[in-house]
C-alpha cells in the first residue's frame, strides 16, 4: 500500500496556508503545519478548528521560523517532505511600512529553504532519518519539490506608460518593474528559484497569482479593498474603498489558488516549461464592478471611495494576466470562473462563518 505523501506547509497560520491545510488534511496527506506563531496565536486558527476533523493537524504543528537558517535546515533535515509548500511572507501594504522585515522573511527565508533543500542532496540517503518514522522516501527522498507563490505585484508599469489604465496584459517573459518592496521580493523570489533549480537541480515551481479573496477579515495586502467590500457587505456594514472606482486588476477566489498550487505540485516535471506561471480566472473587474456585483444581492450596500497610498501599487500591476503556458502545461483551469460566481460564493461563505 502507497504511502500518503508528505507536505511540509510553511506558514500554515496565515490565509493561504490554513486553507492549503485544510485541502491536503482532506486528501488524506501526512501534513507538518509551520509557523512563526503557536497555531492560537494564528489567523487561520478559528478556521482550522472549526472546519479541520478532530484537530487532526494540531499534534503536527512546528513552530519555526523561516529567517533561523539552522532551524529551517533542521526541519527539513528532520522531516524529509516530498513537498515544501513555502507560504511564509509580508504582504505588499505592511512591507512598504516594514521594507526591511519584508526582505527578510521573503528573501532571505527563501534562500534558507532552498539551503536546506541543498543540505539534503549532499547528504547521502542512508545518512538522513526522519523523526517521523523510518518508512521508505523513494529515490527522490532528498530532494523535495519546492512549490512558492509569487505574485502580480512582481509586474509594474510598462516604460511610458503612467498607471494600468493604460492597459497592458502581463506574460511570464513580461518586463518586471515593481515599485514596492513586496513586489521587489517576489522577483528576486522567482530569480532566486531558478538560480538554485540551475546549479543545484531544485525542483523549483512557482505561481504568479492575482489578487486574492476568501472570507476572512484583510490582512495587509495591497488587494484587499476588494476582500474589504465583501467583508463589510456580509456585516450589513458600508465600505471604504481605498482606490477609485475604474481600477481594475484580476482576482481569484482562494479556492482555485489552492486548486492551483496542488495541481502544480502534483504536475509532470518534464511537461513544465516554466519555473514561474501566471494564473487567472476571469476577465479583471473594476472596483466599480465588484460593487455593482455585491448590490445585485444586496441593494443597501454603500461604498465611498477614499484612494489613498496603496492605489498607486494597484495601479502600476497589470489589468490581466497570460496564463496560456499553464493552461498548456499542466492543464489550469479555474472553477469559478466569473464575479458573479466568486460573489456568490463569498458572501454565502461569509454567512456560514458568521453562524
Same mark, same amino acid.
Given at each position: 500500500?502507497?504511502?500518503?505523501?508528505?507536505?511540509?506547509?510553511?506558514?500554515?497560520?496565515?490565509?493561504?496556508?490554513? !486553507? +492549503?491545510?485544510?485541502?491536503?488534511?482532506?486528501? @488524506?496527506?501526512?501534513?507538518?503545519?509551520?509557523?512563526q506563531l503557536p497555531a492560537e496565536s494564528t489567523?487561520?486558527?478559528?478556521?482550522?478548528?472549526?472546519?479541520?476533523?478532530?484537530?487532526?493537524?494540531?499534534?503536527?504543528?512546528?513552530?519555526?521560523?523561516?529567517?533561523?537558517?539552522?532551524?529551517?535546515a533542521d526541519l527539513v533535515a528532520r522531516t524529509?517532505?516530498?513537498?515544501?509548500?513555502?507560504?511564509?511572507?509580508? +504582504?505588499?501594504?505592511?512591507?512598504?511600512?516594514?521594507?526591511?522585515?519584508?526582505?527578510?522573511?521573503?528573501?532571505?527565508?527563501?534562500?534558507?529553504?532552498?539551503?536546506?533543500?541543498?543540505?539534503?542532496?549532499?547528504?547521502?540517503? @542512508?545518512?538522513?532519518?526522519?523523526?517521523?518514522?523510518? !518508512?521508505?522516501?523513494?529515490?527522490?527522498?532528498?530532494?523535495?519539490?519546492?512549490?512558492?507563490?509569487?505574485?502580480?505585484?512582481?509586474?509594474? +508599469?510598462?516604460?511610458?506608460?503612467?498607471?494600468?489604465?493604460?492597459?497592458?496584459?502581463?506574460?511570464?517573459?513580461?518586463?518586471?518593474?515593481?515599485?514596492?518592496?513586496?513586489?521587489?521580493?517576489?522577483?528576486?523570489?522567482?530569480? $532566486?528559484?531558478?538560480?538554485?533549480?540551475?546549479?543545484?537541480?531544485?525542483?523549483?515551481?512557482?505561481?504568479?497569482?492575482?489578487?486574492?479573496?476568501?472570507?476572512? %477579515?484583510?490582512?495587509?495586502?495591497?488587494?484587499?479593498?476588494?476582500?474589504?467590500?465583501?467583508?463589510?457587505?456580509?456585516?450589513?456594514?458600508?465600505?471604504?474603498?481605498?482606490?477609485?472606482?475604474?481600477?481594475?486588476?484580476?482576482?481569484?477566489?482562494?479556492?482555485?489558488?489552492?486548486?492551483?498550487?496542488?495541481?502544480?505540485?502534483?504536475?509532470?516535471?518534464?511537461?513544465?516549461?516554466?519555473?514561474?506561471?501566471?494564473?487567472?480566472?476571469?476577465?479583471?473587474?473594476?472596483?466599480?464592478?465588484?460593487?455593482?456585483?455585491?448590490?445585485?444581492?444586496? +441593494? !443597501?450596500?454603500?461604498?465611498?471611495?477614499?484612494?489613498?497610498?496603496? %492605489?498607486? @501599487?494597484?495601479?502600476?500591476?497589470?489589468?490581466?494576466?497570460? !496564463?496560456?503556458?499553464?493552461?498548456?502545461?499542466?492543464?489550469? $483551469?479555474?472553477?469559478?470562473?466569473? $464575479?458573479?460566481?466568486?460573489?456568490?460564493?463569498?458572501?454565502?461563505?461569509?454567512?456560514?462563518?458568521?453562524?
Open positions: 500500500m502507497s504511502r500518503p505523501q508528505r507536505a511540509l506547509v510553511l506558514g500554515a497560520g496565515g490565509q493561504v496556508g490554513g !486553507d +492549503l491545510l485544510l485541502e491536503l488534511l482532506a486528501a @488524506n496527506a501526512d501534513v507538518i503545519p509551520v509557523d489567523n487561520a486558527y478559528k478556521k482550522l478548528t472549526q472546519l479541520a476533523p478532530n484537530d487532526s493537524w494540531s499534534p503536527n504543528w512546528e513552530q519555526v521560523d523561516v529567517t533561523d537558517a539552522a532551524a529551517v524529509r517532505p516530498d513537498v515544501i509548500y513555502h507560504l511564509a511572507a509580508v +504582504l505588499s501594504a505592511a512591507g512598504e511600512a516594514h521594507t526591511g522585515l519584508c526582505w527578510t522573511i521573503n528573501v532571505d527565508g527563501r534562500r534558507n529553504v532552498l539551503d536546506a533543500i541543498v543540505g539534503l542532496q549532499d547528504r547521502p540517503p @542512508n545518512a538522513i532519518r526522519s523523526d517521523r518514522g523510518d !518508512d521508505e522516501r523513494g529515490a527522490n527522498a532528498a530532494s523535495p519539490t519546492l512549490v512558492w507563490p509569487s505574485s502580480i505585484a512582481a509586474f509594474g +508599469l510598462p516604460p511610458g506608460a503612467a498607471s494600468s489604465a493604460d492597459g497592458y496584459t502581463a506574460t511570464e517573459e513580461w518586463p518586471f518593474f515593481p515599485i514596492t518592496m513586496y513586489g521587489v521580493t517576489k522577483v528576486a523570489g522567482e530569480k $532566486l528559484g531558478e538560480y538554485y533549480a540551475r546549479r543545484s537541480k531544485v525542483d523549483f515551481r512557482s505561481i504568479r497569482f492575482p489578487g486574492l479573496i476568501s472570507s476572512v %477579515e484583510p490582512s495587509g495586502g495591497s488587494s484587499d479593498y476588494a476582500n474589504e467590500m465583501y467583508f463589510r457587505a456580509s456585516h450589513a456594514e458600508p465600505a471604504e474603498c481605498f482606490v477609485q472606482r475604474q481600477a481594475r486588476i484580476p482576482f481569484m477566489h482562494m479556492d482555485d489558488a489552492i486548486s492551483a498550487l496542488l495541481q502544480l505540485a502534483a504536475a509532470d516535471r518534464d511537461r513544465l516549461t516554466h519555473s514561474t506561471y501566471n494564473i487567472t480566472a476571469f476577465p479583471a473587474p473594476s472596483a466599480m464592478e465588484m460593487v455593482a456585483s455585491i448590490q445585485r444581492r444586496m +441593494l !443597501d450596500f454603500c461604498v465611498t471611495y477614499e484612494p489613498d497610498g496603496r %492605489e498607486v @501599487n494597484v495601479l502600476s500591476w497589470p489589468n490581466e494576466l497570460d !496564463d496560456s503556458a499553464a493552461r498548456t502545461d499542466w492543464g489550469w $483551469l479555474p472553477e469559478i470562473d466569473s $464575479l458573479d460566481n466568486m460573489t456568490d460564493k463569498l458572501l454565502a461563505e461569509f454567512s456560514a462563518a458568521r453562524r
